[in-house]
C-alpha cells in the first residue's frame, strides 16, 4: 500500500486482557518502528527492527510488552495482561534506512478498561 | 528534566499570521532535528528535517537549529486554516549510533482562525 497501516484503529480492553495490534509498513521499507503516545504526549520509543530483526527494544516498559516481525514485514505488538496505564495511542512507522525520516500509521487507540 | 521541553499551548492565531513554535533540549549528543505535523486522530507527518545548526527552508516553513543554545524553531509563514494541528519536534543522535530512535517533545496545539 501507499502508506503505513495499522489495525484496529481502536481497540478496547478488559484490564487483564492480552492484546494484539497490527502494522503493515509500506513495502520494501526495512526499518519498522513502533511508538507509544499517551494523551498529551509526544510518542515515545518502544522498540525497532531491521528487516525481521529486532534490534533495540529498550523502551517496552515491561516484560508484558512484545513485538515480532517474523518475515521482514508485518510486525505485532502484543500486550498481555494489559493494565489501565497502557491506555494510549500506539503508532508504528517503517522507513528505507535507519535515518529518521519516518513514515507513521495512523496508529491504534488503545483503551484499557 | 525531559530532554526536550516544548510549550504545549494551545497557541490561536489569526489567517495569515507568522507562527513560531520552539523546543529547547538538553542532550548534546542530538544531530537530526525534526519537525512533526499531527492532526487529530492521525499519525505525525514529517514536515522538516534538518541536520545539525543552521536554516532550511520549504514554501512557508522554515526550520532553525542553534546548536550552541540548544534551541531550535519552526516559523510558519502567512498561516492557514489548514495548519491547524499539533506539531511535535523531534531529535536523534549521530549516524553509527541511535540516530533511529526520535526523542519528542509534548507537542503544541496551534488554532488557525479564518
Known amino acids: 500500500g501507499a502508506g503505513v497501516s495499522q489495525s484496529p484503529r481502536y481497540k478496547v480492553a478488559k484490564r487483564g486482557q492480552d492484546v494484539a495490534l497490527r502494522c503493515d509498513p509500506i513495502?520494501?521499507?526495512?526499518?519498522l518502528f513502533w511508538y507509544q503516545q499517551a494523551l498529551g504526549q509526544g510518542p515515545e520509543f518502544l522498540t525497532y527492527?531491521?528487516?525481521?530483526?529486532?534490534?533495540?527494544k529498550s523502551g517496552l516498559p515491561s516484560d508484558r510488552f512484545f513485538a515480532e516481525r517474523p518475515e521482514g514485514s508485518v510486525s505485532t505488538l502484543k500486550i498481555q495482561r494489559t493494565q489501565q496505564e497502557d491506555s494510549a495511542v500506539y503508532l508504528c512507522?517503517?522507513?528505507?534506512?535507519?535515518?529518521?525520516?519516518?513514515?507513521f500509521g495512523s496508529g491504534t487507540r488503545l483503551t484499557v478498561v | 528534566q525531559k530532554e526536550v521541553e516544548q510549550d504545549p499551548g494551545p497557541l490561536s492565531v489569526p489567517e495569515g499570521a507568522i507562527v513560531s513554535l520552539n523546543c529547547t533540549y538538553s542532550?548534546?549528543?542530538?544531530?537530526?532535528f525534526m519537525w512533526y505535523r499531527q492532526y487529530s486522530r492521525k499519525g505525525p507527518e514529517l514536515l522538516m528535517y534538518?541536520?545539525?545548526?543552521g536554516n532550511k527552508e520549504d514554501g512557508r516553513f522554515t526550520a532553525q537549529v542553534d546548536k550552541s543554545s540548544k534551541y531550535i524553531s519552526l516559523f510558519i509563514r502567512d498561516s492557514q486554516p489548514s495548519d491547524s494541528a499539533t506539531y511535535l519536534c523531534?531529535?536523534?543522535?549521530?549516524?553509527?549510533?541511535?540516530?533511529?530512535?526520535?526523542?519528542f517533545g509534548k507537542g503544541t496545539l496551534l488554532t488557525v482562525n479564518p
Open positions: 512507522a517503517s522507513s528505507h534506512d535507519r535515518g529518521a525520516g519516518y513514515t
Open positions: 513495502s520494501g521499507h526495512v526499518s
Open positions: 527492527f531491521q528487516n525481521e530483526a529486532q534490534l533495540d
Open positions: 542532550n548534546s549528543a542530538f544531530q537530526y
Open positions: 534538518t541536520y545539525s545548526s
Open positions: 523531534a531529535m536523534s543522535g549521530s549516524r553509527g549510533g541511535s540516530n533511529y530512535k526520535l526523542t
